[in-house]
């Protein structure tokens, strides 16, 4: 089992910049490929990136490529999501989400763990 708790979400202006954290409680982060999701209201979730066990391998979704970096500390127990040049349409609550399974997985019903979320908020 695995706890998974988001943080650094907020309001700001289009073409600023957040940095997500996701830290891991529970067992080993290491055994995990950790990814984020993001869902806006009255859309379905979408994966937007995710990272192998070790860091070496990250998947990217299209919408955020050049935009977005995935990366981790194992040694924290701690998944990050750097988001820059952010856009209105990257408007949602942001999730992470855990899973031990298969490389590369962009499908959410993959993923066994989740995290409560954290709200991004872009105005224009």
């Known amino acids: 089992q695995v706890q998974l708790a988001e943080s650094g979400g907020g309001l700001v202006q289009a073409g600023g910049s957040l940095r997500l954290s996701c830290a891991s409680s529970?067992?080993?982060?290491?055994?995990?490929?950790m990814g984020w999701f993001r869902q806006a209201p009255g859309k379905e979730r979408e994966f937007v990136a995710a990272?192998?066990?070790?860091?070496?391998?990250?998947d990217v979704a299209d919408s955020v490529k050049g935009r977005f970096t995935i990366s981790r500390d194992n040694a924290k127990s701690t998944v990050y999501l750097q988001m820059n040049s952010l856009k209105p349409e990257d408007t949602a609550l942001y999730y992470c989400?855990?899973?031990?399974?298969?490389?590369?997985?962009?499908?959410?019903?993959?993923?066994?763990?989740w995290g409560q979320g954290t709200q991004v908020t872009v105005s224009s």
């Open positions: 990272i192998s066990w070790r860091g070496r391998s990250t």
């Open positions: 989400a855990a899973q031990e399974g298969r490389w590369p997985s962009r499908m959410s019903y993959e993923y066994d763990y």
């Open positions: 529970g067992r080993t982060f290491s055994r995990y490929i």
